[in-house]
């Protein structure tokens, strides 16, 4: 079975889906893949904003969501995962961003 850690950003993409509910639960309920939990991304969501309602609306679902399709399922760091994480941060620096290890919570290998 495949392991598999969606970026932070798919969640979101997610939550803006008119039938969000249903592709939640094809995702859970697929046999192929298994969504992993990793801190890095929890924490990311977790860093959301409360600045209005509907930014603390969002943070809460993202979260409940993200627990519904990890379902317990957690990745613990490792080299081979914080070398992988260097090469997707050095890549959205070569794609134009600007944020630095620090406001991203990342701390390269």
Avoid: C, Q
Avoid at 8 to 27: F, M, Q, S
Avoid at 29 to 58: C, G, H, Q, W
Avoid at 85 to 100: E, I, P, S, T, V
């Amino acid at each position: 079975m495949l392991r598999v850690v969606l970026d932070t950003n798919i969640y979101g993409n997610l939550l803006e889906e008119p039938d969000a509910e249903e592709i939640e639960k094809r995702i859970r309920e697929e046999k192929e893949f298994v969504v992993y939990n990793f801190p890095i991304i929890r924490k990311e969501i977790r860093n959301i904003p409360k600045l209005t309602d509907a930014s603390r609306k969002a943070r809460i679902s993202l979260l409940e969501m993200y627990d519904r399709i990890t379902g317990g399922h957690y990745l613990r760091h490792s080299i081979e995962i914080m070398l992988l994480a260097k090469k997707y941060f050095d890549h959205y620096r070569n794609l134009g961003g600007n944020l630095g290890h620090t406001l991203l919570n990342y701390k390269p290998p």
